[in-house]
């Protein structure tokens, strides 16, 4: 059975560090990723990484975001550093099997307060 969970999620001040974690069982994955998403408005890709440590970044979080994995637990994690309040969402983790199928986690919640 396959689930993704994630964790991490908090409240922190502006410029603070929060790292979120996605444990992702249950089949071999290609793509894990993260999206992100505020009320009212649509999910949002954040960063991705292949399951050869390729890694990529949606422009406004590079260079404070960096996207890691485990991949003999089949962890993968998301540090954020120098948050800024437009941070502030739902976090999604999503991992894509080798049958190009995906899977949702249910949310963490980041808020960053100013």
């Known amino acids: 059975q396959v689930q993704v969970v994630e964790s991490g999620g908090g409240l922190v001040q502006a410029g603070g560090s929060l790292r979120l974690s996605c444990a992702a069982s249950g089949s071999a994955w290609s793509i894990m990723a993260w999206y992100r998403q505020v009320p009212g408005k649509a999910r949002e890709y954040v960063a991705l990484?292949?399951?050869?440590?390729?890694?990529d970044y949606e422009d406004s979080v590079k260079g404070r975001f960096t996207i890691s994995s485990d991949n003999t637990k089949n962890i993968m994690y998301l540090q954020m550093n120098n948050l800024k309040p437009e941070d502030t969402a739902v976090y999604y983790c999503?991992?894509?099997?080798?049958?190009?199928?995906?899977?949702w986690g249910q949310g963490t919640q980041v808020t960053v307060s100013s």
């Open positions: 999503k991992a894509r099997d080798t049958m190009w199928i995906e899977y």
């Open positions: 990484i292949g399951a050869d440590g390729t890694a």
